[in-house]
């Protein structure tokens, strides 16, 4: 990996590039990339803290004592020092009239879940010359987060229920893959009928999830906020369904192919379940339509010991590697379909995930047009509307 993308692995940092490290001095590159997100009626993200004057005032980040102030109180709080750690900074930054503090971050936290950071104007161009500078951008904390835990939870009772099916290429090959799939949409089921049943393929797995509607909404916001900027998204016009995907773990895997064999994955010891580099969209096969593909993770508390990080690779020379991402629940990332080359590394837990893809083609019963999408409005505003 070059100096420059060294430990892109999260934008903002991971919560795992925030975990103390009480023993281990922060080094000077990952020092730099402290980020945090300020929870609050307006949240704000803060950048690259160690070059803020106020941060090196204590309680400074990065220093060991801090650090080992934040270890005591995780052991403390458990998951919730992470609520401590945002509160803490906004406290610094904005001191409070004196206040019941538990009931000032109950406020703060709800606050935090009702308002999307990555939408405010002050933080649009960061995350635009993301993608432009790196072919791909990482959001966490995306949704409002309860609603990343209802979509988790339907990706896991899906899995659980046995719902979904092997992975296989476009090609209809799956020696590549080892996750299992299972193609969603947002249609009611007591509703919609048959209709609700829909997959690209004959044979696949589908469902209806309905509030997958809400995450769409936040989805398509990204999008249309940041198509004026790209030339090559005018041309999105519709949206694939939601495609759910478990890699299970490696030792728990237990997926059946075509024929109905276990199928034991792309190695022959069968210990390996991820899914070999490709390109989402290879033009030169014949452009399949996916411009942009989004991936919004659903896995709480991952940690770099759980294996299947998603590898993004330079288009060349072909095995440098851009970034190395975890797949951390409520992070939302998005690459160029067709320039981005990635792997999924083996996972040592079931790793889940919900993907979209973004596409140049009109819809056909796996892909939707969606208002915002960039060449809808361009039809729109010429009076043509082809949306149902
Ligand atoms: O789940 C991921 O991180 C990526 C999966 C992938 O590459 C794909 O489905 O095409
Ligand atoms: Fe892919």
Redesign the pocket.
């Known amino acids: 990996m070059d100096a420059k993308h060294r430990g892109l692995r999260a934008w903002p940092a991971s919560r795992a590039a925030w975990r103390p490290k009480p023993a281990t001095p922060v080094d000077g590159d990952d020092f730099g990339r402290v980020w945090a997100l300020l929870p609050g009626r307006s949240p704000r993200v803060l950048k690259r803290l160690d070059e803020q004057s106020w941060a090196l005032e204590p309680p400074s980040v990065g220093q060991s004592y801090e650090w080992e102030t934040w270890a005591y109180l995780q052991t403390l709080l458990g998951k919730r020092w992470w609520d401590a750690y945002c509160w803490e900074y906004w406290r610094f930054l904005a001191p409070l009239p004196r206040e019941d503090a538990l009931e000032q971050l109950r406020r703060l936290q709800e606050a935090a879940t009702t308002e999307a950071w990555w939408k405010l104007p002050e933080n649009r161009p960061e995350i635009a010359s993301m993608l432009r500078d790196h072919g791909f951008c990482a959001l966490d904390a995306f949704l409002p987060s309860g609603l990343a835990a209802s979509v988790a939870s339907a990706a896991k009772a899906a899995y659980a229920r046995k719902e979904m099916g092997l992975?296989v290429l476009s090609t209809g090959a799956s020696f590549a893959?080892g996750?299992a799939v299972l193609w969603v949409n947002t249609q009611d089921p007591s509703t919609a009928g048959k209709s609700a049943k829909l997959a690209p393929k004959e044979g696949q797995s589908s469902a209806a999830v309905p509030e997958l509607a809400m995450v769409l909404e936040h989805i398509d916001g990204l999008v249309a906020q940041l198509a004026p900027e790209f030339e090559r998204m005018q041309c999105i016009r519709t949206r694939s369904h939601a495609?759910f995907?478990c890699?299970p773990e490696a030792a728990a895997a237990e997926l059946l192919d075509a024929t109905g064999k276990v199928w034991t994955g792309p190695f022959a010891d069968g210990t390996a379940q991820g899914?070999l580099r490709?390109l989402?969209n290879v033009r030169q096969q014949g452009h399949c339509g996916r411009i942009l593909?989004t991936?919004l993770?659903l896995n709480d508390d991952w940690r770099e010991a759980d294996g299947g990080a998603?590898r993004l690779f330079e288009a060349s020379p072909p095995l440098q590697v851009r970034a190395e991402l975890l797949?951390e629940g409520n992070r939302l990332?998005c690459f160029w379909a067709d320039e981005v080359p990635?792997?999924?590394l083996p996972p040592k837990r079931d790793?889940f995930?919900c993907?979209f893809w973004y596409l140049d083609r009109d819809a056909d019963p796996s892909s939707v047009a969606f208002a915002e999408a960039p060449a809808v409005q361009v039809a729109r505003a010429a009076g043509t509307d082809f949306l149902d």
């Open positions: 992975g893959r996750d495609m995907t890699y899914y490709h989402d593909t991936i993770y998603i797949p990332l990635h792997e999924v790793r995930a993907t």
